[in-house]
């Protein structure tokens, strides 16, 4: 989380940015990306109960994927063998993976260690989350023949930095590429910061960093191989995959249909047009995690407007807004299968961080201690609201960075790898001071995530009744 700490920083610092404005971001045209409003209010209240969505008030979205969802009902249901043994493949299956930066590592651990995934019907992702989506969207298809270059890949869990234990090969698997793109031997590795300094970039560019790195490791990860993947889960199963964004102009957030951008890979042959596409594509997912002034927001077209964009978590820690305009769209009926894979805490903790209260304060850690509150609050809200729709469906599957709920879990902090509790990596990469990703401590998380996701260690569970 932490999304507007850096933000709070600058404020209580007494920066003043005005006279030193940047230039609105050119988008990639053509992009005219389908989006789904993600609000609360009156929209959320022409439905006195979720289990009551197909009474609410019918819009253009609702009934453009929920008419994907009855087809996918369809499509779904002779299925056999090893795929309908997949958690019930017979019921709908859905995925809201959160945000949480760097925690992202846990939930890419954790899905690994899982071993068989479902083939889930809607996907949605926030921030990490959405980074996170399409390789999960993928997880039981084969590596794309196209993903070729990896040299990327570095970080412990690659075995480059002497790491023993959790190891993973690059193409083995759509969710070991997950894994390892939280694999970092460095901070530099993902996000570049500004010359200067923090303040200094802030004050000149716009930003403290950039996310120049992560868009040329995407650029290797989402290739046209793996667009033409997820298009062709959407155009042949009706399959649906959105991100999360925030627009920074309406101050409204949006789902991004992610399948219908990628299926338009399937239509062209043209090198420049397939091109576009990967950009528009990955711009989207960069759009979805940037967070002023840490790294700048991105302009995208959507059918609605062009419009400057940035971390979908900014208005929801997670989202399943387009599954109930799903089940409106599609009648309201049948059971379902909710996964939520909340990658971060949920708790602000104790002030002081140390469980005695806090002696001393000043204006700075009173600003960030409130926004940390607000971003918790903002994820509690999310998962509330997720939960809600799987109990009502009649099925759960919840887990967080954390040992609440679990019987004989270790907290994440303890958990050991390569001979040194999370805590102490934490501790040991913060010498180097980074921004926001601590090489090790991401290791070390996804491990914890591994054997939790072996273990099968949700946090809540809610069974289907028989």
Request: with cysteine; aromatic share 8%; proline share 6%.
């Amino acid at each position: 989380m932490h999304l507007l700490r850096s933000l709070a920083v600058l404020v209580a610092a007494g920066l003043s940015l005005a006279g030193c404005s940047q230039p609105r971001p050119k988008p990639i045209l053509g992009c005219n990306y389908q989006v789904v409003p993600l609000t609360v209010g009156p929209r959320w209240r022409t439905s006195a109960r979720i289990d009551g969505l197909a009474t609410a008030v019918q819009e253009p979205a609702d009934a453009r994927i929920g008419a994907l969802l009855r087809e996918r009902r369809a499509r779904r249901a002779p299925l056999l063998g090893a795929e309908a043994a997949k958690a019930g493949a017979s019921s709908d299956q859905f995925l809201a993976l959160s945000g949480g930066g760097q925690h992202g590592a846990f939930g890419a651990g954790f899905f690994y260690g899982m071993g068989s995934l479902p083939s889930w019907d809607i996907v949605t992702g926030v921030s990490t989350g959405s980074l996170q989506s399409t390789l999960l969207f993928l997880a039981n298809q084969p590596v794309p023949a196209d993903r070729t270059d990896y040299d990327w890949v570095d970080g412990p869990l690659s075995g480059k930095q002497g790491a023993t234990g959790f190891v993973v090969k690059p193409g083995s698997s759509n969710v070991g590429d997950l894994v390892l793109a939280y694999s970092i031997a460095r901070e530099a590795d993902l996000l570049r910061k500004r010359a200067g300094g923090a303040a200094m970039g802030a004050l000149l560019r716009g930003s403290t960093a950039s996310f120049a790195p992560l868009r040329a490791r995407l650029g290797k990860i989402m290739t046209i191989g793996t667009l033409q993947a997820v298009g062709r889960e959407w155009r042949d199963q009706k399959r649906q995959l959105f991100v999360g964004v925030s627009s920074l102009d309406d101050g409204e957030g949006y789902g991004i249909d992610m399948t219908e951008l990628a299926a338009r890979t399937l239509s062209t042959d043209s090198p420049a047009e397939l091109a576009r596409l990967q950009g528009c594509y990955v711009d989207a997912l960069l759009a979805s995690s940037s967070v002023p002034p840490g790294v700048p927001p991105i302009t995208l077209q959507t059918v609605r407007s062009t419009e400057m964009y940035m971390d979908g978590g900014a208005r929801f820690g997670m989202f399943l807004q387009p599954v109930t305009a799903a089940l409106r769209g599609a009648g309201g009926d049948g059971q379902g299968h909710v996964t939520l894979m909340v990658n971060t805490t949920m708790d602000a903790g104790p002030w002081s961080g140390t469980g005695q209260p806090m002696q001393r304060w000043s204006a700075v850690t009173a600003a960030l201690r409130a926004v940390d509150l607000l971003e918790t609050q903002v994820y509690r809200f999310s998962a509330a609201e997720v939960e809600a729709l799987g109990i009502a469906r009649g099925g759960l599957d919840m887990a967080y960075l954390s040992a609440s709920g679990v019987s004989g879990g270790e907290q994440p902090a303890d958990h050991v790898f390569n001979g040194k509790p999370c805590a102490a990596w934490q501790a040991i990469d913060a010498r180097a001071k980074p921004l926001q990703f601590y090489p090790w401590y991401m290791a070390c998380t996804a491990d914890y995530g591994r054997s939790r996701g072996a273990a099968g260690q949700w946090n809540h569970r809610v069974s289907p009744p028989h």
